[in-house]
């Protein structure tokens, strides 16, 4: 049983640039919520996409968006990159909207801006 | 707004003895509260969760956490630390009554386990 898995493992970028990553739920969810999480801190909610929709949104600018496919897998996009934006991202999954359900996470994808 | 607080950066214990990572939360309603632990350049990886009914829960790799009401605590415990515990750990709550609002993550404890 395959747990959640996340694309590339690593990237650098420059700012200004446009970045696209990858996450693949855990077999049977269908949620999937994204998280960012800056050196030393916790992680920070971004969004979560259910039913191929955004249902939920932390407080990130515009420049962060977010796509789920028929397939629940997810990408996650930011533009016009700065060099905050360094970081960890996360994806998690789980099933339906419960709110008591369990998020399980990905191994995260390590952005470098410069 | 829902809030988590882990008020040790660090904390330190010899094997074999036992360990306390601390956690205190704040929400407006009952909260869902859940612990999570995260090795070097990995993601997380869920340990427990406490949603209601017994205070007292067990998770996995003989991690328990203790939900105090009053004290507005969720602590986490374990009787004999392992070296293989030394990693950084993270509490979260969620806030059933403010469904808007996801898992909000406290700043984290690095545990380390001294041989």
């Known amino acids: 049983d395959a747990g959640v898995t996340q694309s590339p493992t690593h990237l650098i970028k420059t700012r200004g640039q446009q970045v696209t990553l990858r996450c693949s739920p855990k077999?049977?969810?269908?949620?999937v919520s994204w998280y960012q999480q800056a050196l030393g801190q916790g992680p920070q909610f971004i969004f979560q996409?259910?039913?191929?929709?955004?249902?939920q949104r932390g407080n990130f600018p515009d420049r962060f968006s977010g796509h789920q496919f028929p397939n629940y897998s997810s990408e996650l996009n930011v533009n016009a990159l700065l060099l905050g934006d360094s970081a960890l991202y996360l994806c998690?999954?789980?099933?339906?909207?419960?709110?008591?359900?369990?998020?399980?996470f990905g191994p995260g994808t390590r952005l470098l801006v410069l | 707004a829902q809030s988590v607080a882990q008020p040790e950066d660090q904390v330190n214990v010899a094997e074999g003895n036992p360990l306390t990572v601390k956690c205190t939360y704040s929400?407006?309603?009952?909260?869902?509260l859940f612990w999570y632990v995260q090795y070097p350049n990995r993601g997380l990886q869920f340990l427990l969760k406490y949603i209601t009914g017994d205070n007292l829960v067990k998770g996995s790799y003989g991690f328990e956490a203790e939900f105090n009401k009053s004290q507005t605590s969720f602590h986490l415990k374990k009787p004999s630390a392992l070296v293989s515990d030394s990693a950084l750990y993270f509490c979260a709550v969620r806030d059933p009554d403010n469904y808007g609002q996801n898992f909000v993550f406290g700043p984290g404890t690095r545990l380390s386990v001294l041989p």
């Open positions: 996409y259910y039913e191929e929709e955004e249902r």
């Open positions: 077999s049977g969810h269908d949620t």
């Open positions: 929400v407006s309603g009952n909260p869902y």
């Open positions: 998690a999954s789980s099933f339906g909207e419960v709110i008591r359900e369990t998020q399980y």
